[in-house]
T-cell receptor
């Protein structure tokens, strides 16, 4: 199946700093990628849709100035958590799909803000 | 708003069959998907229904009734490695690419 990678797999940062997470589709091109957040023992919550060459579309309640998304190429989307705070600590997962059926998820990035 | 309901947890024994139900109320519908997630891992795709009926993939089958806004995942010949969380998800915008997930069902398989 298709492969989506994420980097880093985990990161610890201090409160107030920014963190960038990369999502790559390794063997297919993705004009659209999706970013999710998951808290422990909870479901995946869609944060935003990343569109290649245009602005991301954010879900209601997600601060676009805090979670900056850039989709500069057909295989790379980045999520930057700006001025991170402890409540931003979570598991961030991206996804993309090569067809119309299954989505492929990256391995996730565990962010801890101290 | 969008809502998907599924049981929070299910317990079964090895070799048994288990069914995880999912009902949904969403503003659009591009299909119902099922994903498996082990602790600390990423969700992996199991099955997808765009039309009514049963889809079979090995030990896993999924069913959809659009008129009832209902679907289920059937897991047969349960194995210990099937212990995981299972999520149903409805595809919405972006031709179904935008997924809204249920809260997940934690399946425990006992020896």
């Amino acid at each position: 199946g298709a492969v989506v990678s994420q980097h880093p797999s985990w990161v610890i940062c201090k409160s107030g700093t920014s963190v960038k997470i990369e999502c790559r589709s390794l063997d297919f091109q993705a004009t659209t990628m999706f970013w999710y957040r998951q808290f422990p023992k909870q479901s995946l919550m869609l944060m935003a849709t990343s569109n290649e060459g245009s602005k991301a579309t954010y879900e209601q309640g997600v601060e676009k100035d805090k979670f900056l998304i850039n989709h500069a190429s057909l295989t790379l989307s980045t999520l930057t958590v700006t001025s991170a705070h402890p409540e931003d600590s979570s598991f961030y997962i991206c996804s993309a799909r090569p067809g119309e059926r299954e989505q492929y998820f990256g391995p996730g990035t565990r962010l801890t803000v101290t | 708003g969008q809502s998907l309901e599924q049981p929070s947890e299910v317990t079964a024994v090895e070799g048994a069959i288990v069914q995880i139900n999912c009902t949904y109320q969403t503003s659009g519908f591009y299909g119902l998907s099922w994903y498996q997630q082990h602790d600390g891992g990423a969700p992996t795709f199991l099955s997808y229904n765009a039309l009514d009926g049963l889809e079979e993939t090995g030990r896993f089958s999924s069913f959809l009734s659009r008129s009832d806004s209902y679907g289920y995942l059937l897991l047969q010949e349960l194995q210990m490695k099937d212990s995981a969380s299972y999520f149903c998800a409805v595809g919405l915008g972006n031709q179904g690419g935008k997924l809204i997930f249920g809260q997940g069902t934690e399946l425990s398989v006992k020896p």
